[in-house]
Nanobody, 123 residues
Framework: QVQLVESGGGLVQAGGSLRLSCAVS????????MGWFRQAPGKEREFVAA???????IYADSVKGRFTISRENAKNTVYLQMNSLRPEDTAVYSC?????????????????WGQGTQVTVSS
């Protein structure tokens, strides 16, 4: 059974930083894409960042230059370093695993999802 478990969320002031982690068990995704998505109250789930097995990355324009996605295949873990956080970054952040090799932006291109971790940025 594949499980994705996020951690590292919390409450932070605007301008602060957080590092999210996503630990995967039950299957290795070292050769396929992993992604981070977020969903704010009353809004659709949106793409944040994704990384291929070879560590090619893509980002949403809203987080480019502030967030960094990385992976540690030996630990089957993906990270999202979030700097210069803004109140509009407040959301539940979820990681996802795809069977595609290259990073993807669309929700439907991911097959496995974590439960999410809350990130709240105060102004």
């Amino acid at each position: 059974q594949v499980q994705l478990v996020e951690s590292g969320g919390g409450l932070v002031q605007a301008g602060g930083s957080l590092r999210l982690s996503c630990a995967v068990s039950g299957r290795t995704f070292s050769n396929t894409a992993m992604g981070w998505f977020r969903q704010a109250p009353g809004k659709e789930r949106e793409f944040v960042a994704a990384i291929s097995g070879g560590s090619s990355t893509i980002y949403a324009d809203s987080v480019k230059g502030r967030f960094t996605i990385s992976r540690e295949n030996a630990k089957n873990t993906v990270y999202l370093q979030m700097n210069s956080l803004r109140p509009e970054d407040t959301a539940v952040y979820s990681c996802a695993a795809s069977t595609w090799a290259m990073p993807r932006r669309a929700v439907h291109e991911y097959d496995y999802w974590g439960q999410g971790t809350q990130v709240t940025v105060s102004s």
